[in-house]
C-alpha cells in the first residue's frame, strides 16, 4: 500500500488508462491527468482511508486525479482543508 505522496503518485500513473484520460480531457480537465477510474480511485480511498497530510500533498501535485483522490481522503471537518474549497480555480 502506498504511504506518501510520490507512492500514490506512481500507483495512480499504473492505474491510469488513455481512455479515460482522454474522455477527461474532452469534458475539459486542462490539468496533467492520468486517466484513473473511480472505481480505482474508490480502492485507494479505502487502503488511504482519512489522511489530511497526505491529501494536502497530493493537492498540491496539480494532477488531477490525485486531486479527486485527495477531496476523497480529506477529513471535511480539518479547517486546514478548507483551502481545497477556496481555491480560485475550482469556481472558474
Known amino acids: 500500500m502506498p504511504n506518501t505522496a510520490r507512492e ?37 480511498q ?10 494536502n500533498e497530493l493537492w498540491a501535485s496539480g494532477v488531477y486525479d490525485a486531486r479527486i483522490l485527495a477531496t476523497m481522503i480529506a477529513d471535511p471537518a480539518n479547517a486546514e482543508l478548507n483551502q481545497l474549497h477556496h481555491n480560485p480555480r475550482l469556481h472558474r
Open 8 to 44: 500514490v503518485l506512481t500507483e495512480l500513473q499504473k492505474l491510469g488508462k488513455e481512455s479515460f484520460r482522454k474522455t477527461y480531457q474532452r469534458h475539459g480537465v486542462t490539468d496533467e491527468v492520468y486517466g484513473v477510474s473511480t472505481a480505482d480511485l474508490k480502492t485507494l
Open 46 to 55: 479505502k487502503k488511504l482511508k482519512k489522511n489530511n497530510a497526505l491529501a
